[in-house]
């Protein structure tokens, strides 16, 4: 007689299902905050005109920074929210190196405020009809925007997709291929965000925005994958069975 097949219990199947369910819900979540960092792209011609000299001393509407900070702040949550959905299933894999994901995001989410701040307050000197006499300080704060950008949006989403990278690699959660562009691309973008700094190239050069290619082809890349295919399910499995 032949070996009957092992039934398992519903109760079993239908916590795997929940559980599958569950991790898809993580990895739509995630990569449709992913996908979202990417609306501040307009910005950069959006704060053409409040970052120029004599912004302060001319007329008209301040719409284009003001819609642009809100922009940016919905890059900051976003950014927030990609770390903290991933947080509960990067855990298993490297608890440590999870958390510090999170704190990076936080990190870098808080420049971007303190630079729109900073931008926003340019629009305030304007509207509340400073003139001349705060020409220096609209200079400062655009200076200030500049460099607190470097950190925020150069340094700080290295650091951030090193880590991704690493954990991502080593859960074998996307394609290993995908999250190499991540270990690789953090780097390149740290080399060129010291070379910024030591001033060999132009933060608004075309090197400067070569550097950060890689990295804004892992995130965006690794958002359209979590949105279409999600985790890898056996790995994804093996990863919740070994916590």
Not at 86 to 95: C, D, W, Y
Not at 199 to 204: A, F, R, S, T, Y
Request: aromatic content about 8%; overall charge positive.
């Amino acid at each position: 007689m032949g070996k009957s097949k092992e039934v398992k219990p519903a109760n079993t199947t239908q916590q795997n299902a929940a559980t599958m369910a569950w991790l898809r819900k993580v990895a739509l979540t995630a990569g449709v905050l992913y996908v979202l960092t990417f609306v501040s792209i307009p910005t950069l011609a959006m704060y053409g005109q409040v970052k120029s000299a004599n912004y302060i001393l001319g007329a008209g509407p301040d719409t284009s920074a003001i819609i642009g900070g809100i922009l940016e702040i919905i890059v900051a949550l976003a950014g927030i929210g990609t770390a903290v959905t991933l947080f509960p299933v990067l855990k298993r894999q490297n608890e440590s190196a999870a958390l510090a994901l999170v704190a990076a995001r936080v990190l870098e989410s808080g420049t971007i405020f303190v630079g729109v701040a900073f931008l926003l307050s340019i629009v305030t000197l304007r509207q509340a009809g400073a003139g001349a006499d705060a020409l220096v300080t609209s200079h400062a704060l655009a200076a200030l925007y500049d460099r607190i950008f470097l950190l925020g949006q150069s340094f700080m989403p290295a650091i951030c997709d090193l880590l991704l990278g690493f954990l991502l690699y080593k859960s074998r959660l996307v394609p290993r291929a995908l999250s190499l562009i991540g270990i690789v691309g953090g780097p390149v973008l740290l080399i060129g965000y010291i070379a910024i700094l030591f001033g060999l190239i132009g933060q608004h050069g075309a090197l400067a925005g070569l550097s950060a290619l890689l990295v804004a082809l892992f995130e965006f890349s690794l958002g359209v994958w979590l949105i279409v295919k999600g985790f890898n399910p056996s790995a994804a499995n093996e990863l919740l069975n070994a916590s």
